[in-house]
């Protein structure tokens, strides 16, 4: 197969139309049609988004040799914490699910970090969720892309982080959290890990 048929079967496959693949890529339809009929090639930059969106490796688009197996295994490999976090970041925020109570209770985020081992996620010790996470640890993340069409769920365990090194990366990627939380308004600041358990994306 030819890197445009290759990328035509597997945007069908996702059920994304030209139109939708050229608003995620910022390119014309047209660009994209002349990408799947072979009159042109996707840039470097493209053909990156083109394999984290589509699931498959580079090489498999651009090597005629490179069949479907290579994508199967791609498709089934396992998720690491930065893939989560580049996932949820695209999407731009989250629902984590907590036990409150011996009962389930959702709620929407926003503030997620990974250092390429865990999740952290960021909330205030005068909030509901604090209180369930330190009485029941185990909880449940997802996340859905609008574009994409894709979802994201990841479960595990969570404990207080310390870290003063996480606490400054957070608070770097996140800057409002120091305008929001100053002098004594910063011990109510808390972070939590999340020791990924299991991650998928579909």
């Not at 939708?20 to 799947?36: A, D, F, G, M, Y």
């Not at 969570?158 to 305008?179: C, G, H, V």
Request: with cysteine.
């Amino acid at each position: 197969m030819t890197m445009g048929e290759k990328l035509a079967a597997l945007r069908k496959r996702k059920g994304i139309t030209q139109e939708c693949l050229s608003e995620i890529l910022n390119v014309s339809r047209q660009s994209v049609s002349r990408w799947e009929l072979n009159a042109a090639f996707p840039e470097t930059e493209k053909l990156i988004k083109l394999s984290r969106l589509l699931e498959c490796s580079i090489d498999f688009l651009l090597n005629d040799e490179v069949e479907e197996d290579q994508t199967q295994k791609e498709r089934h490999r396992e998720l690491s914490a930065d893939d989560c976090f580049q996932f949820i970041r695209e999407c731009g925020y989250f629902f984590l699910a907590t036990i409150s109570a011996e009962k389930p209770h959702l709620r929407p985020m926003g503030m997620i970090y990974s250092d390429g081992k865990a999740l952290f996620l960021v909330t205030d010790k005068r909030k509901s969720v604090y209180e369930d996470l330190i009485t029941h640890p185990f909880a449940e993340l997802s996340s859905y892309n609008l574009y994409t069409r894709m979802w994201i769920r990841v479960s595990g365990r969570t404990q207080e982080e310390n870290s003063r090194d996480i606490r400054e990366a957070i608070l770097d990627l996140y800057p409002m959290i120091r305008q929001e939380y100053t002098n004594q308004d910063e011990i109510f600041f808390v972070i939590f890990r999340l020791t990924i358990e299991t991650a998928a994306v579909k």
